[in-house]
């Protein structure tokens, strides 16, 4: 339950850096932000350790376009898109990991 919710937390952090980034698609000089969490999520797992990761966002490397602002739509788009799928099956694991315990409790199944 914790690697889920870390993993929920670094979706959503995710999901608002996206969203900054497309708000300020047209912002002259702008960089854009990236969110990573699962190499940290990863070697927590890994190493059986608490599996209680903060997400960390960094600016992005993308080369900029001639006005500063290296935001890429077409990539932003997509990176939300997946995101967006990856919290949707995270939040799916999370309800199965409840019913399973629901189950359990109630001596039903």
Same mark, same amino acid.
Do not use: C, W
């Given at each position: 339950? !914790?690697?889920?919710?870390?993993?929920?937390? @670094?979706?959503?952090?995710?999901?608002?850096?996206?969203?900054?980034?497309?708000?300020?698609?047209? !912002?002259?000089?702008?960089?854009?932000?990236?969110?990573?969490?699962? %190499?940290?999520?990863?070697?927590?797992?890994?190493?059986?350790?608490?599996?209680?990761?903060?997400? %960390?966002?960094?600016?992005?490397?993308?080369?900029?376009?001639?006005?500063?602002?290296?935001?890429?739509? @077409?990539?932003?788009?997509?990176?939300? !898109?997946?995101?967006?799928? %990856?919290?949707?099956?995270?939040?799916?694991?999370?309800?199965?990991?409840?019913?399973?315990?629901?189950?359990?409790?109630? @001596?039903? @199944?």
């Amino acid at each position: 339950m !914790t690697a889920l919710h870390s993993m929920l937390r @670094g979706l959503s952090a995710r999901q608002t850096a996206i969203a900054d980034n497309i708000a300020n698609v047209e !912002t002259p000089g702008y960089t854009g932000k990236v969110v990573d969490f699962e %190499s940290s999520l990863r070697e927590a797992l890994a190493s059986g350790g608490q599996a209680d990761v903060a997400p %960390s966002t960094i600016l992005s490397t993308e080369q900029a376009l001639p006005n500063g602002n290296n935001v890429q739509i @077409g990539e932003e788009m997509v990176n939300l !898109t997946a995101t967006n799928l %990856s919290y949707e099956l995270a939040i799916q694991a999370m309800t199965a990991k409840f019913g399973i315990l629901r189950t359990s409790i109630s @001596g039903q @199944g």
